[in-house]
């Protein structure tokens, strides 16, 4: 009798201490659980590709803490590559412990011996943020940095809801030239878009928003493509990406969004040089 | 029998070791402190640190407050939980066993709101902002989650709506007539005001006509960084109006009360330098990565936790205005 009692006490107690610790919350202080979500993820998106370490290809830079989970400001930075057969084509990134962890694929400019990158991503909870970038000729090298930040998913959206919707598809271009590169350029592109991830609530009728979000972003430049992303639900509100592309003597930059609900925007701005300087052509 | 016996004291042993959170959970609410700054008006400081970041913080980091009146209590603020909330409740009888009925938040964030399910035994009216529900709404899933991760030392926490708006409304119940109102707690009327978008969208103040004490909530923030949660250039043009009230006392959302405007205008100086910093890297086209190093840093030593609050101050207000450059 008291045994039986004793072994439930003991079941009691020892159910009670380790099952409140959530994978989020033990993975938010231990490198070790951050490992094996990793091993997990990487095995479901890369199967037994060699991922080998970024050093010395690729770095990425994000905040240690965001400054706000929903807005958490990263870029991605390859250094210069001699060989053709090096350049990089693809960086796909990973958010670990977001809903949706493999978060999108960006694919440039096949004639870039150096990429950068920048956006705003959301994070769900303290995680690891990769990238991974592939080369032509079908090597993977990784970066990663631990960011402390939590509840952007489920963070409302900034300002008003009727607003944000009627205006989703707004694209604005902004470019200029890369300082002591006259043949590279530097576009910012800026997307307005509520990117509902489905995991907010709507203030009016606090039901949850259903997910509306961008999917797909291509870039091109005189009809090549000079970015493009095929992304999720990790990407922040009013996309905005910041990439450097070879610039030539002017020509046509396109943007074309699509997101779930079937709509496609696009935006196009004709570039010159002036005076040594790209700038939109008026028109 | 012998065996028995040691497996019995085991059992003891094991049962009291289960039971030890629960009775330790139990002493550990114990009445806030609170300080007499006016006849019959209360004021408890809360601390400088990160809500629930460290294991003791149960989210007692904003000033509440409560106002005594010949019939009645009324609450400003509420606390960061529902333990705060209750231990706010034991200082409020030590001092009065007047009945307690109006709680009044001055905003929704988390550290004024939270406390609130600890009066609902009293039977108070719970006021707020006429957008004040719609705020709590909006940021549900994601304070639920937060008080979910925070675990035990907050159990029992809940999202509380108000019951009622601060406004006048018409008899009917269609139209706004004023954003302003006054309840009556027995021969002392408070002045119930709720102002435009500012530090949040959900701000409101209250002032106490008999001895002029005015509690502002975090639309004027002393010692502790403000946190930019509405809109910046609204915050400082509601700033500009409150400047002209007559008050004796001011009691800031944080830090210390106030016998003049000098909080006022240094979180007035904070907003604008974060302002007119975060529009010059707007118009040279800095990245708002860069833009969150620089923007406000003249402001840095003035204020307490700077460096956790004052990028997220940098990056929301980027957001709103990247457009417009």
Same mark, same amino acid.
């Given at each position: 009798?008291?045994?039986?009692?004793?072994?439930?006490?003991?079941?009691?107690?020892?159910?009670?201490?380790?099952?409140?610790?959530?994978?989020?919350?033990?993975?938010? !202080?231990?490198?070790?659980?951050?490992? +094996?979500?990793?091993?997990?993820?990487?095995?479901?998106?890369?199967?037994?590709?060699?991922?080998?370490?970024?050093?010395?290809?690729?770095?990425?830079?994000?905040?240690?803490?965001?400054?706000?989970?929903?807005?958490?400001?990263?870029?991605?930075?390859?250094?210069?590559?001699?060989?053709?057969?090096?350049?990089?084509?693809?960086?796909?990134?990973?958010?670990?412990?977001?809903?949706?962890?493999?978060?999108?694929t960006f694919k440039f400019a096949?004639?870039?011996?150096?990429?950068?990158?920048?956006?705003?991503?959301?994070?769900?909870?303290?995680?690891?943020?990769?990238?991974?970038?592939?080369?032509?000729?079908?090597?993977?090298?990784?970066?990663?940095?631990?960011?402390?930040?939590?509840?952007?998913?489920?963070?409302?959206?900034?300002?008003?809801?009727?607003?944000?919707?009627?205006?989703?598809?707004?694209i604005?271009?902004?470019?200029?030239?890369?300082?002591?590169?006259?043949?590279?350029?530097?576009a910012?592109i800026?997307i307005?878009?509520?990117?509902?991830?489905?995991?907010?609530?709507?203030?009016?009728?606090?039901?949850?928003? %259903?997910?509306?979000?961008i999917y797909n972003v291509e870039v091109t430049y005189?009809d090549k493509i000079v970015m493009s992303l095929e992304s999720?639900?990790?990407?922040?509100?009013?996309p905005?990406f910041?990439f450097?592309f070879?610039?030539?003597?002017?020509?046509?930059l396109k943007i074309t969004a699509k997101?779930?609900?079937?709509?496609i925007y696009s935006h196009s701005?004709?570039?010159?040089?002036?005076?040594?300087?790209?700038?939109?052509?008026?028109? | 029998?012998?065996?028995?016996?040691?497996?019995?004291?085991?059992?003891?042993?094991?049962?009291?070791?289960?039971?030890?959170?629960?009775?330790? +959970?139990?002493?550990?609410?114990?009445?806030?402190?609170?300080?007499?700054?006016?006849?019959?008006?209360?004021?408890?400081?809360?601390?400088?640190?990160?809500?629930?970041?460290?294991?003791?913080?149960?989210?007692?980091?904003?000033?509440?407050?409560?106002?005594?009146?010949?019939?009645?209590?009324?609450?400003?603020?509420?606390?960061?939980?529902?333990?705060?909330?209750?231990?706010?409740?034991?200082?409020?009888?030590?001092?009065?066993?007047?009945?307690?009925?109006?709680?009044?938040?001055?905003?929704?964030?988390?550290?004024?709101?939270?406390?609130?399910?600890?009066?609902?035994? %009293?039977?108070?009216?719970?006021?707020?902002?006429?957008?004040?529900?719609?705020?709590?709404?909006?940021?549900?899933?994601?304070?639920? *989650?937060?008080?979910?991760?925070?675990?035990?030392?907050?159990?029992?926490?809940?999202?509380?709506?108000?019951?009622?708006?601060?406004? %006048?409304?018409?008899?009917?119940?269609?139209?706004?007539?004023?954003?302003?109102?006054?309840?009556?707690?027995?021969? *002392?009327?408070?002045?119930?005001?709720?102002?435009?978008?500012?530090?949040?969208?959900?701000?409101?103040?209250?002032?106490?006509?008999?001895?002029?004490?005015?509690?502002?909530?975090?639309?004027?923030?002393? $010692? *502790?960084?403000?946190?930019?949660?509405?809109? !910046?250039?609204?915050?400082?043009?509601?700033?500009?109006?409150? $400047?002209?009230?007559?008050?004796?006392?001011? !009691?800031?959302?944080?830090?210390?009360?106030?016998?003049?405007?000098? +909080?006022?205008?240094?979180?007035?100086?904070?907003?604008? =330098?974060?302002?007119?910093?975060?529009?010059?890297?707007?118009?040279?086209?800095?990245?708002?990565?860069?833009?969150?190093?620089?923007?406000?840093?003249?402001?840095?030593?003035?204020? !307490?936790?700077?460096?956790? =609050?004052?990028?997220?101050?940098? =990056?929301?207000?980027?957001?709103?205005?990247?457009? $417009?450059?």
């Open positions: 009798m008291y045994r039986a009692l004793l072994y439930i006490t003991f079941a009691l107690f020892f159910s009670l201490t380790f099952s409140v610790k959530a994978e989020e919350a033990y993975c938010a !202080v231990s490198e070790e659980c951050r490992e +094996a979500r990793w091993t997990d993820l990487k095995q479901t998106i890369f199967k037994d590709i060699d991922i080998k370490s970024g050093e010395g290809i690729i770095e990425l830079s994000t905040p240690k803490r965001a400054p706000d989970a929903a807005f958490v400001p990263m870029s991605f930075k390859t250094h210069k590559l001699k060989n053709q057969d090096d350049f990089i084509t693809k960086v796909h990134l990973v958010i670990d412990m977001n809903p949706s962890p493999y978060s999108g096949t004639n870039l011996d150096q990429i950068e990158l920048a956006t705003r991503i959301r994070l769900d909870a303290y995680t690891k943020v990769r990238v991974i970038a592939e080369t032509k000729k079908g090597d993977y090298f990784m970066a990663a940095n631990f960011v402390k930040g939590s509840g952007g998913c489920a963070a409302p959206p900034l300002g008003d809801l009727d607003n944000m919707i009627a205006n989703a598809g707004k604005k271009i902004k470019v200029k030239n890369v300082e002591e590169k006259d043949d590279i350029a530097e910012k800026m307005s878009h509520p990117q509902f991830n489905g995991l907010q609530a709507n203030p009016e009728t606090t039901e949850m928003i %259903e997910a509306y979000f005189n999720d639900i990790s990407i922040s509100q009013d905005t910041r450097n070879p610039v030539g003597e002017g020509g046509d997101d779930i609900d079937g709509n701005e004709k570039l010159a040089m002036q005076d040594n300087q790209l700038k939109i052509a008026f028109q | 029998m012998k065996e028995i016996k040691t497996i019995k004291f085991f059992f003891i042993f094991i049962l009291f070791f289960l039971l030890s959170p629960l009775i330790i +959970a139990e002493n550990k609410i114990k009445p806030l402190d609170v300080k007499k700054i006016a006849d019959g008006v209360y004021v408890h400081y809360g601390k400088h640190e990160n809500f629930y970041e460290k294991e003791d913080n149960i989210g007692d980091i904003a000033n509440l407050g409560f106002i005594i009146g010949d019939d009645s209590i009324a609450v400003i603020d509420t606390g960061g939980s529902h333990q705060v909330g209750e231990s706010l409740k034991l200082a409020i009888k030590k001092v009065s066993k007047k009945p307690i009925k109006y709680v009044i938040n001055t905003h929704g964030h988390q550290d004024h709101v939270f406390g609130n399910s600890a009066f609902l035994s %009293e039977g108070v009216t719970i006021y707020g902002h006429y957008s004040l529900k719609k705020f709590l709404q909006e940021r549900g899933s994601q304070y639920i *989650r937060q008080i979910t991760q925070a675990g035990d030392k907050v159990k029992g926490t809940s999202l509380i709506f108000p019951h009622k708006v601060i406004a %006048e409304i018409s008899p009917d119940q269609v139209k706004k007539l004023s954003d302003e109102m006054t309840i009556d707690l027995g021969n *002392r009327k408070l002045l119930l005001t709720s102002h435009a978008t500012a530090h949040t969208y959900s701000d409101a103040t209250v002032l106490d006509l008999k001895t002029k004490t005015f509690f502002v909530g975090d639309l004027v923030q002393d $010692e *502790r960084t403000p946190t930019m949660d509405g809109l !910046v250039k609204n915050w400082i043009k509601v700033l500009n109006e409150i $400047e002209k009230i007559d008050f004796k006392i001011m !009691v800031p959302g944080h830090g210390k009360i106030q016998k003049d405007n000098t +909080a006022l205008e240094k979180t007035k100086t904070y907003l604008q =330098v974060l302002y007119d910093d975060v529009i010059d890297g707007l118009k040279k086209d800095i990245p708002a990565e860069k833009v969150i190093e620089t923007a406000a840093q003249s402001e840095k030593d003035k204020w !307490v936790l700077f460096n956790r =609050v004052n990028p997220g101050n940098v =990056v929301r207000t980027f957001m709103r205005y990247e457009w $417009e450059y």
